[in-house]
């Protein structure tokens, strides 16, 4: 079936070290993929985005990349901080269904010390 | 842009009250939006689509007598607990689309409803 998860549960780094968080997906027709954060106690904030014509995509401090080949998602962190510290989750919208919920993986926590 | 507000935070209340929760889109209209459940430590879970003047469709598993939901206008989802008991007891996550319902956009998350039961 569809699902997307997450290599790692936890990933430790010290503070301005540069953190990468890794996602797989299963579905290849998969045309939308979205980085969420999400605070203890808060809802999921978006970060990033990326459509599948695409392979990488910056943001401020965040990077996408995606890998079609293998079926792939990582967000890369640089100069990772404190306050990046949360449970992180990719998600996915398989093709076709643009504007309906999300698939979302299994969250990876990072925990950023100083 | 692009804020969702979420209502209450937080509820404690006795097994066999009904509970309701406010989900609104502050700044933008959402004809589209989504009530997830999020047990601790785990991942969201969607369990209902809400869409504005219709009937909204519930994912496999969660029983629509029990989380009433209602879209009665483009900037407010309501979802109503029945009956709750303490294994209704989670943390309640609503989301909106900014964009028509064929169109790739983040979803925009609410902060949560942490609904405990007696």
Redesign the interface.
């Known amino acids: 079936g569809e699902s997307v998860g997450l290599h790692l549960p936890t990933l430790s780094v010290q503070e301005g070290d540069n953190s990468i968080i890794n996602c797989a997906y299963s579905n290849s027709a998969s ?2 993929f ?1 980085w ?1 954060k999400q605070e203890s ?6 970060i990033i ?1 990326i ?1 599948s014509n695409m392979d990488k995509r910056q943001g401020q401090r965040v990077t996408v990349l995606l890998n079609k080949t293998v079926k792939h998602l990582s967000l890369q962190i640089a100069a990772t901080q404190p306050g990046d510290s949360a449970v992180y ?1 990719c998600a996915e ?1 398989p093709a076709g269904k ?5 698939i ?4 990876t926590t990072l925990s950023v010390s100083s | 842009g692009a804020v969702v507000s979420q209502h209450p935070s937080r509820v404690i209340c006795k097994s066999g009250t009904s509970v309701k929760i406010e989900c609104r889109s502050l700044d933008f209209q959402a004809t589209t939006m989504f009530w997830y459940r999020q047990f601790p430590k785990k991942s969201l879970m969607l369990m209902a689509t809400s869409n504005e003047g219709s009937k909204a469709t519930y994912e496999q598993g969660v029983e629509k007598d029990k989380f009433l939901i209602n879209h009665a206008s483009l900037t407010l989802s309501t979802l109503t607990v029945t009956s709750a008991h303490p294994e209704d007891s989670s943390f309640y996550i609503c989301s909106a689309l900014t964009g028509g319902t064929h169109s790739n956009q983040p979803q925009h998350f609410g902060d949560g409803t942490r609904l405990s039961i007696l």
């Open positions: 045309d939308y979205i969420y106690g808060k809802g999921p904030q978006f985005d459509r989750f919208t643009a504007g309906t919920a999300l979302f993986g299994k969250g």
